[in-house]
T-cell receptor, first 115, second 113 residues
Framework: GAVVSQHPSRVICKSGTSVKIECRSL??????MFWYRQFPKQSLMLMAT?????????EQGVEKDKFLINHASLTLSTLTVTSAHPEDSSFYIC???????????FGPGTRLTVL | GNSVTQMEGPVTLSEEAFLTINCTYT??????LFWYVQYPGEGLQLLLK?????DKGSNKGFEATYRKETTSFHLEKGSVQVSDSAVYFC????????????FGQGTRLTINP
């Protein structure tokens, strides 16, 4: 199946700094990428959907200015957590879908810890 | 709104035991239903899916049947293996609107030899 990578896999940062997480589709062109957040022992919550070359569509309750999403190419999307705070600590997962809308391919996730 | 409720974990079984992980959903219309599996250190992978009522999805010995009357999509396997240890997520995708998936909370399964 298709492969999606995320980088970094783990990151620890100080409160107030910004952190960028990359999501790459390695062997296919991803017209749509999704960003999820997962709290311990809880479900994946969709944060936003991004289409290449367009602005991301954010879910209700997700701060656009705090979670900046860029989908500049068909193989790369980035999530930047700006001015991170301890409550932003979480597991962030991306997924990518090609021209067929049927299947999303998931990255392995990035664990963010904000001190 | 759309939602998915999964059986609480963790679930611990012995090898060759029968497995059921319950999943029920709430949705408008007729969603597509999915089971994803996440092995340790890896991303979620699609395990099986069903797109309409009475469809049965199957893969790697796992099965789930789309039951519209009970709004359920329970995951079953007749004889589990140690290698089936993972976290299992039930999910739905509404027919209308975007491709976004709504996930259950996940069920951690551990199979002991």
């Amino acid at each position: 199946g298709a492969v999606v990578s995320q980088h970094p896999s783990r990151v620890i940062c100080k409160s107030g700094t910004s952190v960028k997480i990359e999501c790459r589709s390695l062997d296919f062109q991803a017209t749509t990428m999704f960003w999820y957040r997962q709290f311990p022992k809880q479900s994946l919550m969709l944060m936003a959907t991004s289409n290449e070359g367009s602005k991301a569509t954010y879910e209700q309750g997700v701060e656009k200015d705090k979670f900046l999403i860029n989908h500049a190419s068909l193989t790369l999307s980035t999530l930047t957590v700006t001015s991170a705070h301890p409550e932003d600590s979480s597991f962030y997962i991306c997924s990518a879908a090609g021209t067929s809308t049927d299947t999303q391919y998931f990255g392995p996730g990035t664990r963010l810890t904000v001190l | 709104g759309n939602s998915v409720t999964q059986m609480e974990g963790p679930v611990t079984l012995s090898e060759e035991a029968f497995l059921t992980i319950n999943c029920t959903y709430t949705a408008t219309g007729y969603p597509s239903l999915f089971w994803y599996v996440q092995y340790p250190g890896e991303g979620l992978q699609l395990l099986l899916k069903a797109t309409k009522a009475d469809d049965k999805g199957s893969n790697k010995g796992f099965e789930a049947t789309y039951r519209k009357e009970t709004t359920s999509f329970h995951l079953e396997k007749g004889s589990v293996q140690v290698s089936d240890s993972a976290v299992y997520f039930c999910a739905l995708r509404a027919i209308q609107g975007a491709q976004k998936l709504v996930f259950g909370q996940g069920t951690r399964l551990t199979i002991n030899p």
